[in-house]
């Protein structure tokens, strides 16, 4: 699993602290918008996003001046094919808890935007999904949006969708979470690789030798 993007799921549960990321990863990708744009309209700072600083690094450097430092996450980011990519694994994804409150964060058109967020202290853990049109929809780990689209009939496919009470029993959902519910997150993550052939190198991300920006928490 050291790339795709089906081991941020296998180790969705993981503690052990590395100098990178790896446990309680929150993903957001974008398509459509200007790497560089994106992050600025989560919050990055111009100076850092513009050093590249690893985040091995950066975490031995202060926040940006201006700011309470207790309300900043940190964030890794990089860019393949036309997709970009921010991981965070603090409680959720700031596009995802900020796009309602930040204008800049509302996505323009044409603009493809796809976010697991792990929602920590607000659960389930979801994803929201733009398909170009500004319009978001939701599903939580283990359903589609119901919009019929290409990400539903992938998490379909990687086995992401888990049998819900109009389809079975109460008993039988509650026995299918127990027996299966350990691996939705590897298989939501599967499911998202396969719908954006995108790959994120497992051992760079834990390392923390992807480029890295502080974000404020909105």
């Known amino acids: 699993m050291t790339n795709g993007l089906s081991w941020i799921g296998a180790h969705a549960y993981t503690a052990t602290p590395v ?8 993903l957001t990708l974008a398509r459509g918008i200007d790497p560089d744009e994106f992050l600025i ?4 700072d111009l100076d850092q996003l513009a050093a590249r600083t690893p985040l091995v690094e950066l975490r031995s450097q202060p926040t940006p001046p201006g700011h309470d430092p207790t309300r900043y996450a940190y964030a890794m980011y990089g860019s393949e094919g036309e997709w970009t990519y921010v991981l965070e694994n603090d409680h959720a994804a700031t596009w995802a808890t900020g796009f309602r409150r930040v204008p800049s964060m509302r996505p323009g058109p044409g603009e493809e935007i796809l976010c697991a967020s792990r929602n920590l202290y607000s659960p389930p853990a979801a994803i929201l999904h733009v398909e170009g049109d500004e319009v978001i929809r939701r599903a939580e780990f283990g359903t589609t949006t119901g919009h019929e689209s290409a990400l539903d009939a992938a998490l379909t496919a990687a ?17 299918y979470y ?15 690789g396969a719908y954006t052939g995108l790959s994120i190198d497992q051992d760079a991300a834990q390392a923390g030798n992807l480029p890295a920006v502080h974000l404020l928490t909105p």
């Open 19 to 26: 100098p990178g990321m790896r446990g309680g990863i929150s």
């Open 41 to 44: 309209n989560l919050g990055a």
């Open 159 to 175: 086995g992401a969708v888990f049998p819900s009470i109009p389809d079975a029993t109460a008993d039988e959902v509650t026995a």
């Open 178 to 192: 127990e027996q299966h519910g350990a691996r939705l997150p590897t298989l939501v993550f599967t499911a998202l």
